[in-house]
Protein backbone atom coordinates (compact mmCIF):
# COMPACT_ATOMS: atom_id res chain seq x y z
CA UNK A 1 0.00 0.00 0.00
CA UNK A 2 1.59 3.50 -0.64
CA UNK A 3 0.70 5.99 1.17
CA UNK A 4 -0.62 9.68 0.16
CA UNK A 5 2.92 11.39 -1.53
CA UNK A 6 1.92 14.37 0.39
CA UNK A 7 1.59 12.74 3.54
CA UNK A 8 4.76 11.03 3.21
CA UNK A 9 7.83 12.73 5.47
CA UNK A 10 10.28 13.99 2.59
CA UNK A 11 13.74 15.07 1.89
CA UNK A 12 13.75 19.24 2.63
CA UNK A 13 11.82 20.73 0.49
CA UNK A 14 12.96 23.36 -1.58
CA UNK A 15 11.57 26.93 -1.42
CA UNK A 16 10.37 27.84 -5.10
CA UNK A 17 9.51 31.18 -6.87
CA UNK A 18 7.02 31.89 -9.61
CA UNK A 19 10.21 31.89 -12.25
CA UNK A 20 11.35 28.33 -11.06
CA UNK A 21 11.07 26.49 -14.83
CA UNK A 22 7.90 24.31 -14.14
CA UNK A 23 8.13 20.58 -15.58
CA UNK A 24 5.67 18.08 -15.71
CA UNK A 25 5.95 14.25 -15.83
CA UNK A 26 3.42 12.24 -17.21
CA UNK A 27 3.25 8.98 -15.59
CA UNK A 28 3.94 8.40 -12.06
CA UNK A 29 5.47 4.67 -12.24
CA UNK A 30 9.32 4.07 -11.96
CA UNK A 31 10.16 6.18 -15.03
CA UNK A 32 8.37 9.01 -13.55
CA UNK A 33 9.54 8.57 -10.15
CA UNK A 34 13.31 8.04 -11.23
CA UNK A 35 12.99 11.45 -13.58
CA UNK A 36 11.82 13.26 -10.79
CA UNK A 37 14.67 11.81 -8.48
CA UNK A 38 17.26 12.34 -10.59
CA UNK A 39 16.39 15.97 -11.64
CA UNK A 40 16.17 16.91 -7.71
CA UNK A 41 19.70 15.19 -7.55
CA UNK A 42 21.06 16.97 -10.59
CA UNK A 43 19.67 20.19 -10.75
CA UNK A 44 20.95 22.71 -8.29
CA UNK A 45 18.21 25.35 -8.57
CA UNK A 46 14.57 24.71 -7.87
CA UNK A 47 12.29 23.21 -10.49
CA UNK A 48 8.36 23.65 -9.85
CA UNK A 49 7.61 19.81 -10.62
CA UNK A 50 4.23 18.26 -10.94
CA UNK A 51 3.79 14.40 -11.63
CA UNK A 52 0.45 13.37 -13.14
CA UNK A 53 -0.53 9.99 -12.18
CA UNK A 54 -3.75 8.65 -13.75
CA UNK A 55 -4.38 5.78 -11.50
CA UNK A 56 -5.15 6.33 -7.56
CA UNK A 57 -1.38 4.84 -7.05
CA UNK A 58 2.13 5.28 -7.72
CA UNK A 59 4.36 3.07 -8.67
CA UNK A 60 3.09 1.43 -12.49
CA UNK A 61 3.90 -2.05 -12.65
CA UNK A 62 5.95 -2.29 -9.71
CA UNK A 63 3.48 -3.35 -7.42
CA UNK A 64 4.11 -5.96 -4.53
CA UNK A 65 -0.13 -6.52 -3.10
CA UNK A 66 -1.25 -8.67 -0.07
CA UNK A 67 -3.39 -11.64 -0.39
CA UNK A 68 -7.29 -11.12 1.05
CA UNK A 69 -6.72 -13.85 3.46
CA UNK A 70 -3.37 -13.82 4.72
CA UNK A 71 -1.01 -10.81 5.49
CA UNK A 72 1.57 -12.49 3.08
CA UNK A 73 3.24 -10.24 -0.04
CA UNK A 74 3.90 -11.34 -3.66
CA UNK A 75 4.67 -9.63 -6.56
CA UNK A 76 2.17 -9.02 -9.53
CA UNK A 77 4.72 -6.72 -11.78
CA UNK A 78 8.23 -6.72 -12.10
CA UNK A 79 9.71 -9.19 -10.17
CA UNK A 80 13.46 -9.05 -9.92
CA UNK A 81 15.99 -6.36 -10.94
CA UNK A 82 18.97 -7.02 -12.77
CA UNK A 83 22.22 -6.55 -10.89
CA UNK A 84 24.80 -5.39 -13.40
CA UNK A 85 27.69 -4.22 -10.34
CA UNK A 86 29.84 -6.42 -11.40
CA UNK A 87 30.61 -4.10 -14.70
CA UNK A 88 31.42 -1.42 -12.25
CA UNK A 89 28.58 0.62 -12.82
CA UNK A 90 25.06 -0.21 -11.92
CA UNK A 91 23.11 2.77 -11.99
CA UNK A 92 19.93 0.98 -10.32
CA UNK A 93 21.56 -0.75 -7.88
CA UNK A 94 23.27 2.31 -6.58
CA UNK A 95 19.72 4.24 -6.31
CA UNK A 96 18.45 1.57 -3.96
CA UNK A 97 21.40 1.39 -2.02
CA UNK A 98 21.18 5.22 -1.30
CA UNK A 99 17.66 4.66 -0.37
CA UNK A 100 19.09 2.51 1.89
CA UNK A 101 16.76 -0.58 1.19
CA UNK A 102 17.81 -3.88 1.85
CA UNK A 103 17.86 -6.50 -1.25
CA UNK A 104 18.70 -10.71 -1.69
CA UNK A 105 19.76 -12.26 -4.39
CA UNK A 106 17.52 -14.02 -6.65
CA UNK A 107 18.48 -17.16 -8.66
CA UNK A 108 17.61 -20.13 -10.28
CA UNK A 109 19.04 -23.02 -12.76
CA UNK A 110 16.18 -24.85 -13.10
CA UNK A 111 14.20 -26.13 -15.63
CA UNK A 112 11.50 -28.89 -15.60
CA UNK A 113 10.73 -30.43 -19.28
CA UNK A 114 7.95 -33.67 -19.47
CA UNK A 115 7.78 -33.58 -15.68
CA UNK A 116 11.44 -33.86 -14.56
CA UNK A 117 13.83 -31.78 -13.11
CA UNK A 118 17.01 -30.36 -14.85
CA UNK A 119 19.40 -28.51 -12.93
CA UNK A 120 22.83 -29.16 -14.34
CA UNK A 121 24.31 -30.58 -18.03
CA UNK A 122 24.37 -33.96 -16.14
CA UNK A 123 20.75 -33.63 -15.85
CA UNK A 124 20.04 -32.41 -19.19
CA UNK A 125 22.32 -35.77 -20.89
CA UNK A 126 20.49 -37.84 -18.40
CA UNK A 127 16.84 -36.61 -19.21
CA UNK A 128 17.11 -35.34 -22.74
CA UNK A 129 19.92 -37.62 -23.88
CA UNK A 130 23.83 -37.06 -25.39
CA UNK A 131 22.62 -35.75 -28.29
CA UNK A 132 20.57 -32.73 -26.68
CA UNK A 133 23.44 -32.00 -24.35
CA UNK A 134 25.73 -31.27 -27.47
CA UNK A 135 24.00 -29.59 -28.95
CA UNK A 136 22.96 -27.32 -26.38
CA UNK A 137 26.81 -26.75 -25.62
CA UNK A 138 26.98 -25.90 -29.05
CA UNK A 139 24.33 -23.05 -29.01
CA UNK A 140 25.79 -21.74 -25.49
CA UNK A 141 29.22 -21.43 -27.24
CA UNK A 142 27.88 -19.60 -30.05
CA UNK A 143 25.48 -17.05 -28.18
CA UNK A 144 28.84 -16.34 -26.10
CA UNK A 145 30.59 -16.02 -29.42
CA UNK A 146 27.94 -13.48 -30.47
CA UNK A 147 27.46 -11.27 -27.42
CA UNK A 148 30.68 -10.42 -24.50
CA UNK A 149 29.41 -10.27 -21.25
CA UNK A 150 30.46 -6.63 -21.71
CA UNK A 151 28.05 -6.07 -24.94
CA UNK A 152 25.59 -7.68 -23.31
CA UNK A 153 25.68 -4.40 -20.89
CA UNK A 154 26.27 -1.69 -23.45
CA UNK A 155 23.42 -3.22 -25.46
CA UNK A 156 20.99 -0.47 -24.49
CA UNK A 157 23.54 2.39 -24.93
CA UNK A 158 24.42 1.95 -28.54
CA UNK A 159 23.65 4.90 -30.38
CA UNK A 160 22.02 4.70 -34.06
CA UNK A 161 21.13 1.87 -36.46
CA UNK A 162 24.51 1.83 -37.78
CA UNK A 163 25.71 -0.27 -34.65
CA UNK A 164 22.65 -2.65 -35.31
CA UNK A 165 24.42 -5.60 -36.39
CA UNK A 166 21.43 -7.90 -37.60
CA UNK A 167 17.85 -7.50 -38.39
CA UNK A 168 16.82 -10.70 -38.66
CA UNK A 169 14.55 -12.32 -36.15
CA UNK A 170 15.21 -14.40 -33.06
CA UNK A 171 13.39 -17.81 -34.18
CA UNK A 172 16.38 -17.75 -37.19
CA UNK A 173 18.90 -18.80 -34.49
CA UNK A 174 17.06 -20.98 -32.20
CA UNK A 175 15.75 -22.79 -35.63
CA UNK A 176 19.52 -23.69 -36.13
CA UNK A 177 19.42 -25.66 -33.16
CA UNK A 178 19.87 -29.00 -34.65
CA UNK A 179 17.71 -30.79 -32.03
CA UNK A 180 14.25 -30.73 -31.34
CA UNK A 181 14.67 -31.72 -27.75
CA UNK A 182 17.39 -28.76 -27.15
CA UNK A 183 15.52 -26.50 -29.42
CA UNK A 184 12.70 -26.78 -27.00
CA UNK A 185 14.35 -26.67 -23.98
CA UNK A 186 15.60 -23.48 -24.95
CA UNK A 187 12.42 -21.95 -26.08
CA UNK A 188 10.84 -22.66 -22.94
CA UNK A 189 13.98 -21.77 -20.63
CA UNK A 190 13.70 -17.87 -22.29
CA UNK A 191 9.88 -17.86 -23.02
CA UNK A 192 8.38 -15.71 -20.09
CA UNK A 193 11.45 -13.60 -20.16
CA UNK A 194 11.39 -12.22 -23.42
CA UNK A 195 7.29 -12.08 -23.25
CA UNK A 196 6.89 -12.49 -26.93
CA UNK A 197 7.67 -15.37 -29.68
CA UNK A 198 11.21 -15.66 -31.46
CA UNK A 199 9.81 -14.76 -34.42
CA UNK A 200 8.42 -11.54 -33.04
CA UNK A 201 12.33 -10.16 -31.25
CA UNK A 202 15.64 -9.43 -32.61
CA UNK A 203 18.40 -11.65 -32.03
CA UNK A 204 19.99 -9.31 -30.25
CA UNK A 205 17.16 -9.21 -27.66
CA UNK A 206 16.89 -12.69 -27.89
CA UNK A 207 20.12 -13.84 -26.83
CA UNK A 208 20.47 -11.52 -24.03
CA UNK A 209 17.27 -13.21 -22.54
CA UNK A 210 18.90 -16.66 -23.48
CA UNK A 211 22.41 -15.72 -21.69
CA UNK A 212 21.21 -13.64 -18.55
CA UNK A 213 20.75 -16.89 -16.93
CA UNK A 214 24.45 -17.02 -16.91
CA UNK A 215 25.66 -14.81 -13.46
CA UNK A 216 29.08 -13.70 -15.32
CA UNK A 217 26.63 -11.38 -17.71
CA UNK A 218 24.08 -11.00 -15.43
CA UNK A 219 22.51 -11.62 -11.64
CA UNK A 220 19.21 -11.19 -10.04
CA UNK A 221 17.88 -9.33 -6.79
CA UNK A 222 14.65 -8.62 -4.94
CA UNK A 223 13.74 -6.13 -2.37
CA UNK A 224 13.14 -7.34 0.83
CA UNK A 225 10.01 -6.65 2.57
CA UNK A 226 8.39 -6.20 -1.50
CA UNK A 227 10.02 -4.23 -4.46
CA UNK A 228 7.10 -1.67 -4.17
CA UNK A 229 9.19 -0.14 -1.43
CA UNK A 230 11.37 1.30 -3.86
CA UNK A 231 8.40 3.20 -4.94
CA UNK A 232 7.72 4.20 -1.58
CA UNK A 233 11.21 5.55 -1.05
CA UNK A 234 11.13 7.44 -3.69
CA UNK A 235 7.61 9.16 -3.37
CA UNK A 236 8.98 9.83 -0.05
CA UNK A 237 12.30 11.68 -1.17
CA UNK A 238 10.57 13.43 -4.56
CA UNK A 239 10.44 16.93 -3.83
CA UNK A 240 7.35 17.39 -6.82
CA UNK A 241 3.32 18.35 -6.49
CA UNK A 242 1.77 14.47 -7.40
CA UNK A 243 -1.42 14.77 -8.82
CA UNK A 244 -2.88 11.16 -8.53
CA UNK A 245 -5.86 10.50 -10.15
CA UNK A 246 -5.25 12.72 -12.97
CA UNK A 247 -5.23 11.66 -16.93
CA UNK A 248 -2.93 13.64 -18.97
CA UNK A 249 -5.45 13.16 -22.30
CA UNK A 250 -3.69 16.27 -24.36
CA UNK A 251 -0.33 18.00 -24.67
CA UNK A 252 0.22 21.31 -26.89
CA UNK A 253 2.55 23.58 -27.73
CA UNK A 254 1.20 27.26 -26.45
CA UNK A 255 2.68 30.27 -28.74
CA UNK A 256 5.42 31.39 -26.51
CA UNK A 257 6.83 28.02 -26.66
CA UNK A 258 6.10 26.68 -23.13
CA UNK A 259 3.60 23.29 -23.10
CA UNK A 260 0.02 22.84 -22.22
CA UNK A 261 -0.99 19.74 -20.84
CA UNK A 262 -4.70 18.98 -20.14
CA UNK A 263 -5.64 16.37 -17.64
CA UNK A 264 -8.99 15.13 -16.13
CA UNK A 265 -9.76 14.17 -13.22
CA UNK A 266 -12.87 12.39 -12.94
CA UNK A 267 -15.59 14.89 -14.61
CA UNK A 268 -12.65 17.85 -14.26
CA UNK A 269 -10.43 19.27 -16.78
CA UNK A 270 -8.16 21.59 -16.35
CA UNK A 271 -5.40 22.11 -18.64
CA UNK A 272 -1.69 24.14 -17.17
CA UNK A 273 1.44 25.59 -18.49
CA UNK A 274 5.01 24.06 -18.31
CA UNK A 275 8.00 24.70 -19.65
CA UNK A 276 9.12 21.27 -20.13
CA UNK A 277 6.69 17.89 -20.10
CA UNK A 278 8.60 14.56 -19.81
CA UNK A 279 6.08 11.91 -20.92
CA UNK A 280 7.39 8.18 -19.23
CA UNK A 281 4.48 6.17 -20.11
CA UNK A 282 4.80 2.23 -21.66
CA UNK A 283 4.28 2.95 -25.46
CA UNK A 284 0.91 1.86 -25.62
CA UNK A 285 0.05 4.71 -23.04
CA UNK A 286 1.77 7.14 -24.83
CA UNK A 287 -0.55 6.62 -28.08
CA UNK A 288 -3.96 7.29 -25.84
CA UNK A 289 -2.35 10.86 -25.66
CA UNK A 290 -3.60 13.52 -28.13
CA UNK A 291 -0.50 15.51 -28.96
CA UNK A 292 -1.42 18.48 -31.11
CA UNK A 293 -0.63 20.41 -34.33
CA UNK A 294 0.06 18.38 -37.24
CA UNK A 295 4.57 18.70 -36.52
CA UNK A 296 4.21 16.90 -33.13
CA UNK A 297 1.40 14.51 -33.92
CA UNK A 298 3.22 13.15 -36.81
CA UNK A 299 6.36 13.18 -34.90
CA UNK A 300 4.66 11.41 -31.85
CA UNK A 301 2.60 8.61 -34.34
CA UNK A 302 6.54 7.89 -36.29
CA UNK A 303 8.00 7.65 -32.88
CA UNK A 304 4.97 5.07 -31.73
CA UNK A 305 5.24 3.19 -34.74
CA UNK A 306 8.62 2.43 -34.64
CA UNK A 307 8.26 1.36 -30.97
CA UNK A 308 5.15 -0.59 -31.45
CA UNK A 309 5.91 -4.31 -30.75
CA UNK A 310 3.51 -5.10 -27.89
CA UNK A 311 4.32 -8.34 -25.96
CA UNK A 312 2.36 -10.18 -23.05
CA UNK A 313 2.22 -10.85 -19.68
CA UNK A 314 -0.26 -13.12 -17.28
CA UNK A 315 0.39 -13.67 -13.33
CA UNK A 316 -0.90 -16.21 -11.34
CA UNK A 317 -0.29 -16.26 -8.00
CA UNK A 318 -1.48 -19.04 -5.51
CA UNK A 319 -1.32 -19.02 -1.62
CA UNK A 320 -1.00 -22.45 0.25
CA UNK A 321 -0.51 -23.79 3.34
CA UNK A 322 3.64 -24.71 3.13
CA UNK A 323 5.95 -24.43 0.30
CA UNK A 324 5.04 -28.34 -0.47
CA UNK A 325 7.59 -28.11 -3.21
CA UNK A 326 11.04 -27.47 -1.69
CA UNK A 327 12.08 -30.51 -1.11
CA UNK A 328 12.43 -31.15 -4.54
CA UNK A 329 13.37 -27.67 -5.93
CA UNK A 330 14.76 -24.37 -3.45
CA UNK A 331 15.30 -22.16 -6.13
CA UNK A 332 13.92 -18.20 -5.99
CA UNK A 333 12.13 -19.37 -9.76
CA UNK A 334 12.06 -22.25 -12.50
CA UNK A 335 10.89 -22.60 -15.90
CA UNK A 336 8.39 -24.72 -16.93
CA UNK A 337 7.52 -26.19 -20.65
CA UNK A 338 4.22 -25.42 -19.83
CA UNK A 339 2.28 -22.35 -21.79
CA UNK A 340 4.90 -22.35 -24.11
CA UNK A 341 7.40 -22.06 -21.25
CA UNK A 342 6.60 -20.18 -17.96
CA UNK A 343 8.61 -19.18 -14.88
CA UNK A 344 7.12 -20.63 -11.74
CA UNK A 345 8.38 -18.24 -8.76
CA UNK A 346 8.60 -19.13 -5.08
CA UNK A 347 7.46 -15.80 -3.90
CA UNK A 348 7.74 -17.10 -0.48
CA UNK A 349 11.30 -17.73 -0.92
CA UNK A 350 11.54 -13.58 -0.42
CA UNK A 351 11.04 -13.85 3.10
CA UNK A 352 12.75 -16.60 4.68
CA UNK A 353 10.37 -16.65 7.76
CA UNK A 354 7.34 -17.18 6.06
CA UNK A 355 5.41 -20.21 6.79
CA UNK A 356 3.23 -20.15 4.05
CA UNK A 357 3.90 -21.32 0.71
CA UNK A 358 3.47 -18.34 -2.26
CA UNK A 359 3.67 -19.91 -6.45
CA UNK A 360 3.53 -17.48 -8.89
CA UNK A 361 3.28 -18.41 -12.78
CA UNK A 362 4.46 -16.16 -15.05
CA UNK A 363 3.10 -16.43 -17.99
CA UNK A 364 4.22 -15.03 -21.66
CA UNK A 365 3.63 -14.15 -24.81
CA UNK A 366 0.91 -16.07 -27.32
CA UNK A 367 -0.42 -18.08 -24.13
CA UNK A 368 -1.40 -14.76 -23.34
CA UNK A 369 -3.08 -13.27 -25.67
CA UNK A 370 -4.93 -16.50 -25.79
CA UNK A 371 -5.73 -16.93 -22.14
CA UNK A 372 -6.08 -13.05 -20.94
CA UNK A 373 -9.95 -13.19 -22.05
CA UNK A 374 -10.61 -16.69 -19.55
CA UNK A 375 -12.09 -16.39 -16.37
CA UNK A 376 -9.76 -16.42 -13.27
CA UNK A 377 -10.97 -19.73 -12.20
CA UNK A 378 -10.17 -21.06 -15.08
CA UNK A 379 -6.62 -19.92 -15.08
CA UNK A 380 -6.18 -21.23 -11.73
CA UNK A 381 -7.11 -24.71 -12.83
CA UNK A 382 -5.20 -24.23 -15.48
CA UNK A 383 -2.11 -23.54 -13.69
CA UNK A 384 -2.72 -25.98 -10.76
CA UNK A 385 -2.83 -28.60 -13.79
CA UNK A 386 0.23 -27.59 -15.22
CA UNK A 387 2.26 -28.00 -11.87
CA UNK A 388 4.78 -31.47 -12.81
CA UNK A 389 3.86 -34.55 -10.13
CA UNK A 390 7.23 -34.51 -9.26
CA UNK A 391 6.62 -31.10 -7.07
CA UNK A 392 3.97 -32.72 -4.73
CA UNK A 393 -0.03 -31.72 -4.62
CA UNK A 394 -0.63 -28.38 -4.30
CA UNK A 395 -4.46 -28.53 -4.75
CA UNK A 396 -5.53 -29.66 -1.38
CA UNK A 397 -3.21 -27.05 0.25
CA UNK A 398 -4.53 -23.83 -1.49
CA UNK A 399 -6.00 -21.58 0.13
CA UNK A 400 -6.64 -18.12 -2.22
CA UNK A 401 -5.19 -17.44 -6.15
CA UNK A 402 -5.31 -13.71 -7.73
CA UNK A 403 -4.66 -13.21 -11.27
CA UNK A 404 -3.11 -10.02 -12.86
CA UNK A 405 -3.45 -9.26 -16.51
CA UNK A 406 -0.31 -7.04 -18.02
CA UNK A 407 -1.67 -7.74 -21.94
CA UNK A 408 0.80 -5.39 -24.52
CA UNK A 409 2.31 -3.34 -21.38
CA UNK A 410 5.98 -4.66 -22.69
CA UNK A 411 8.11 -4.02 -25.55
CA UNK A 412 8.91 -7.51 -27.48
CA UNK A 413 11.02 -5.51 -29.96
CA UNK A 414 12.82 -2.82 -27.24
CA UNK A 415 14.50 -0.27 -29.14
CA UNK A 416 12.72 -0.94 -32.34
CA UNK A 417 14.04 -2.91 -35.06
CA UNK A 418 16.69 -0.73 -35.24
CA UNK A 419 17.20 1.68 -32.75
CA UNK A 420 16.90 4.72 -32.88
CA UNK A 421 19.93 7.93 -31.74
CA UNK A 422 19.47 8.01 -28.31
CA UNK A 423 18.69 11.79 -28.40
CA UNK A 424 16.09 11.23 -30.77
CA UNK A 425 14.54 8.46 -28.51
CA UNK A 426 13.93 10.93 -26.14
CA UNK A 427 13.07 13.40 -27.91
CA UNK A 428 10.59 13.03 -30.80
CA UNK A 429 10.52 16.46 -32.50
CA UNK A 430 13.13 19.10 -31.22
CA UNK A 431 12.86 21.72 -33.58
CA UNK A 432 9.51 22.94 -32.29
CA UNK A 433 8.90 21.35 -29.16
CA UNK A 434 12.73 20.94 -27.66
CA UNK A 435 10.73 20.91 -24.31
CA UNK A 436 9.01 17.71 -24.87
CA UNK A 437 10.71 14.16 -23.79
CA UNK A 438 9.85 11.00 -23.62
CA UNK A 439 10.98 8.52 -20.97
CA UNK A 440 10.59 4.23 -21.41
CA UNK A 441 11.57 1.06 -20.86
CA UNK A 442 10.53 0.55 -24.54
CA UNK A 443 13.38 2.56 -25.16
CA UNK A 444 16.26 0.67 -24.01
CA UNK A 445 15.84 -3.08 -22.49
CA UNK A 446 11.97 -3.60 -20.89
CA UNK A 447 13.43 -3.08 -17.90
CA UNK A 448 13.36 -1.05 -14.84
CA UNK A 449 17.60 -0.70 -15.18
CA UNK A 450 16.66 0.33 -18.87
CA UNK A 451 13.73 2.94 -17.72
CA UNK A 452 16.22 3.93 -14.98
CA UNK A 453 18.96 4.91 -17.84
CA UNK A 454 16.11 6.85 -20.04
CA UNK A 455 14.68 8.95 -17.14
CA UNK A 456 18.82 9.75 -16.53
CA UNK A 457 19.34 10.47 -19.89
CA UNK A 458 16.07 12.96 -19.90
CA UNK A 459 16.94 14.61 -16.17
CA UNK A 460 20.33 15.27 -17.80
CA UNK A 461 19.16 16.61 -20.15
CA UNK A 462 16.64 19.22 -19.00
CA UNK A 463 19.46 19.85 -16.34
CA UNK A 464 21.98 21.45 -19.08
CA UNK A 465 18.63 23.31 -20.46
CA UNK A 466 18.23 24.95 -16.83
CA UNK A 467 21.73 25.91 -16.86
CA UNK A 468 22.01 27.04 -20.21
CA UNK A 469 18.82 29.33 -19.49
CA UNK A 470 18.60 30.55 -15.47
CA UNK A 471 15.07 32.07 -16.25
CA UNK A 472 13.40 28.76 -18.18
C1 LIG B 1 4.48 -8.88 -15.37
C2 LIG B 1 5.67 -7.99 -15.52
C3 LIG B 1 6.88 -8.42 -15.05
C4 LIG B 1 8.01 -7.60 -15.15
N1 LIG B 1 9.17 -8.04 -14.61
C5 LIG B 1 10.23 -7.23 -14.59
C6 LIG B 1 11.42 -7.62 -13.90
O1 LIG B 1 11.47 -8.69 -13.33
N2 LIG B 1 12.47 -6.76 -13.91
C7 LIG B 1 12.41 -5.54 -14.53
O2 LIG B 1 13.40 -4.80 -14.49
N3 LIG B 1 11.29 -5.14 -15.17
C8 LIG B 1 10.21 -5.95 -15.21
N4 LIG B 1 9.06 -5.54 -15.83
C9 LIG B 1 9.06 -4.24 -16.51
C10 LIG B 1 8.89 -3.09 -15.53
O3 LIG B 1 7.71 -3.27 -14.81
C11 LIG B 1 8.87 -1.79 -16.33
O4 LIG B 1 10.16 -1.62 -16.89
C12 LIG B 1 8.54 -0.54 -15.53
O5 LIG B 1 7.37 -0.68 -14.79
C13 LIG B 1 8.41 0.63 -16.51
O6 LIG B 1 8.09 1.80 -15.79
P1 LIG B 1 7.27 2.99 -16.47
O7 LIG B 1 7.17 4.05 -15.45
O8 LIG B 1 7.86 3.31 -17.78
O9 LIG B 1 5.84 2.36 -16.79
P2 LIG B 1 4.72 1.86 -15.81
O10 LIG B 1 5.30 1.06 -14.70
O11 LIG B 1 3.71 1.19 -16.67
O12 LIG B 1 4.10 3.19 -15.18
C14 LIG B 1 3.39 4.09 -15.99
C15 LIG B 1 2.43 4.90 -15.13
O13 LIG B 1 1.78 5.86 -15.95
C16 LIG B 1 0.41 5.92 -15.60
N5 LIG B 1 -0.33 6.44 -16.76
C17 LIG B 1 -0.69 5.80 -17.90
N6 LIG B 1 -1.30 6.65 -18.75
C18 LIG B 1 -1.33 7.87 -18.14
C19 LIG B 1 -1.82 9.15 -18.52
N7 LIG B 1 -2.40 9.37 -19.70
N8 LIG B 1 -1.69 10.19 -17.64
C20 LIG B 1 -1.10 10.00 -16.44
N9 LIG B 1 -0.62 8.80 -16.03
C21 LIG B 1 -0.72 7.75 -16.88
C22 LIG B 1 0.06 4.49 -15.22
O14 LIG B 1 -1.09 4.47 -14.40
C23 LIG B 1 1.33 4.06 -14.49
O15 LIG B 1 1.27 4.36 -13.12
C24 LIG B 1 7.91 -6.34 -15.77
C25 LIG B 1 6.69 -5.91 -16.27
C26 LIG B 1 5.58 -6.73 -16.16
C27 LIG B 1 4.26 -6.27 -16.70
Known amino acids: MIPDPDSVPRRSRRATSPIDPRIAIIGGGPGGLFTAYELQRIVDRPLRVTILEA????GGKVVTPRFASADVRYEAGAAEFYDYEHFGHDPLKELIAELGLPIRPMGGPTVIVDGQVIANLDDVRDRLGAHAATALLDFDRQARDRMTPREFYASGDRDGPAACAELSRFDSVIGG???????????????????????????????QNYLMNDPAY??????????????????????????????????????RGTLLVRSRAGE???????????VALPHDCVSRIEFAGDRLRSAVAAHHAHHDHPAHYLRITMLFERPFWRDRVSDSF??????????????SAR?????????????????????????????????LDSLPAVL???RPLLREARVHRWTGAVSALPGGVSPMRID???????????????VGDYLYDSTLNGVLDSAQYVAGWIAAKVARSPNA
Do not use: K
Open 268 to 278: AVEESEFDAVV
Open 351 to 383: DPSAEHGVLGWLLGGDAVRELASAPDNELVERA
Open 334 to 347: WMLDRFGGCCLYDE
Open 55 to 58: SGRL
Open 424 to 438: RRHCPEPVEHPNLFL
Open 177 to 207: IACPRARRFVEHMIHSDLAAEPSQTSVEYGL
Open 392 to 394: GDG
Open 218 to 255: MRLYGIEGGNERLVESLAAQVDARVLLGHRAERVARSP
